[in-house]
T-cell receptor
């Protein structure tokens, strides 16, 4: 069945460092891909999405490119801030309504 | 408008008791989802509503779990005879429509359930 694999956390970086959180997937067909973020004490919210191969989703300085050839959707940001500290979830939406989720990656940014 | 709301935010109960969790979706959203998130794990799909009907209940972990939705609005998730393994955060989400691969789901803050 469909699945999503994310790099394990926590990931700890210094402010202004470059961020990559890896996400790979297994799916039949052509899923849409998402990154959700959960800030401390808040609900999950959509960060960015891509609906077809080679699409790039971007928001708040974060980017992820839908790579069908490597079945990946890695999340990147050029210069992280303390306020980016959160848990990040990669997910896919296939031919039905369900979102299939990765386990989440906790990101800690130190000043 | 308001986002998805859930109540209670925290619930502590004793093993064997029944609990009821509530979700108020965004007004006008026809699709509603329940998920469970155990500590340090991803989201586990439980059930999906399209309007008032639940076309897929396959994610419910046992017959102790049930859910209903009335008037394309509020949904309640009921867990009977709670067990310690039911302890988790229960998340509700809604979307404008289901059955679409471009489906942005909006999440509530969750209910943290602790079964002693």
């Amino acid at each position: 069945g469909d699945s999503v694999t994310q790099m394990e956390g926590p990931v700890t970086l210094s402010e202004e460092a470059f961020l990559t959180i890896n996400c790979t997937y297994t799916a039949t067909g052509y899923p849409s891909l998402f990154w959700y973020v959960q800030y401390p004490g808040e609900g999950l919210q959509l960060l960015l999405k891509a609906t077809k191969a080679d699409d790039k989703g971007s928001n708040k300085g974060f980017e992820a490119t839908y790579r069908k050839e490597t079945t990946s959707f890695h999340l990147e940001k050029g210069s992280v801030q303390v306020s980016d500290s959160a848990v990040y979830f990669c997910a896919l939406s296939g031919s039905n309504y369900q979102l299939i989720w990765g386990a989440g990656t906790k990101l800690i940014i130190k000043p | 408008g308001a986002g998805v709301s859930q109540s209670p935010s925290n619930k502590v109960t004793e093993k064997g008791k029944d609990v009821e969790l509530r979700c108020d979706p965004i007004s006008g959203h026809t699709a509603l989802y329940w998920y469970r998130q155990r500590l340090g794990q991803g989201l586990e799909f439980l059930i999906y509503f399209q309007g008032n009907s639940a076309p897929d209940k396959s994610g419910l972990p046992s017959d102790r779990f049930s859910a209903e939705r009335t008037g394309e609005s509020v949904s309640t998730l009921t867990i009977q005879r709670t067990q310690q393994e039911d302890s988790a955060v229960y998340l509700c989400a809604s979307s404008l429509q289901g059955l679409s691969s471009y489906n942005e789901q909006f999440f509530g803050p969750g209910t943290r359930l602790t079964v002693l």
